[in-house]
């Protein structure tokens, strides 16, 4: 299986403040995917990332607060933007390698004060 | 928002014991997938089944598909301490490449 890292594991951010989370895969993939687990729940798409196109977001989830970057087909970022407690998650990427099974980074654990 | 609903939400049971979590979803799938996740950690892929599958072992891990009630159960016969986790199951439809998760389950393996 590859291999798909993520940094920071975890941070601790004043409100108000942003965040960018990187996420690296081993292995050159097209499409790139971004999820939100907030505490107890499942998870919820935020977006999917294409190499050399504007990120497509799910509903419910905007550009402006959750800008995303893919600049090569091993890497991509997700920033956290003005950030409040209710952004108090996990957030996890995912690359779809191998074919059809996607495979996660470790996830970003992320408490707003 | 979620595909579909996991039940149990929660299972408890003895070491050795077999573990049945069942998965439902609403649209039409390309193919469904297992995942296990330990303390709000990563996810870890179990196993893979496509819409044209009906069931699927590895391991310890059998997994079934019923696309005409649109629900996969996951079993872990003779479980252990460390199966405790939370239990997803994630599907991807027909015409896009995304998971959309069901509610989870998680078990708790006593010993």
């Known amino acids: 299986s590859a291999v798909i890292s993520q940094k920071p594991s975890r941070d601790i951010c004043q409100r108000g403040t942003s965040l960018t989370i990187q996420c690296q895969v081993d292995?050159?993939?097209?499409?790139m995917f971004w999820y939100r687990q907030q505490p107890g729940q499942s998870l919820t798409l935020i977006a999917t990332?294409?190499?050399?196109?504007?990120?497509?977001?799910e509903s419910g989830f905007v550009i402006d607060k959750f800008p995303i970057s893919r600049p090569n087909l091993t890497f991509s970022t997700l920033t956290v933007s003005n950030m409040s407690p209710e952004d108090s998650s996990i957030y996890l990427c995912?690359?779809?390698?191998?074919?059809?099974?996607?495979?996660f980074g470790p996830g970003t654990r992320l408490l707003v004060l | 928002s979620q595909q579909g609903e996991e039940d149990p939400q929660a299972l408890s049971i003895q070491e050795g014991e077999n573990a049945t979590m069942n998965c439902s979803y609403k649209t039409s799938i390309n193919n469904l997938q297992w995942y296990r996740q330990n303390s709000g950690r990563g996810l870890v892929h179990l196993i893979l089944?496509?819409?044209?599958?009906r069931e699927k072992h590895s391991g310890r891990l059998r997994v079934t598909l019923d696309t005409s009630k649109k629900s996969s159960s996951l079993l872990i016969t003779a479980s252990r301490a460390a199966d405790t986790a939370s239990y997803f199951c994630a599907t991807v439809p027909r015409s896009a490449r995304q998971l959309t998760f069901g509610s989870g389950t998680q078990l708790t393996v006593l010993p």
């Open positions: 990332a294409n190499q050399g196109s504007e990120a497509t977001y």
């Open positions: 292995s050159q993939v097209t499409m």
């Open positions: 089944i496509r819409s044209n599958e």
């Open positions: 995912s690359a779809d390698l191998e074919g059809e099974t996607q495979y």
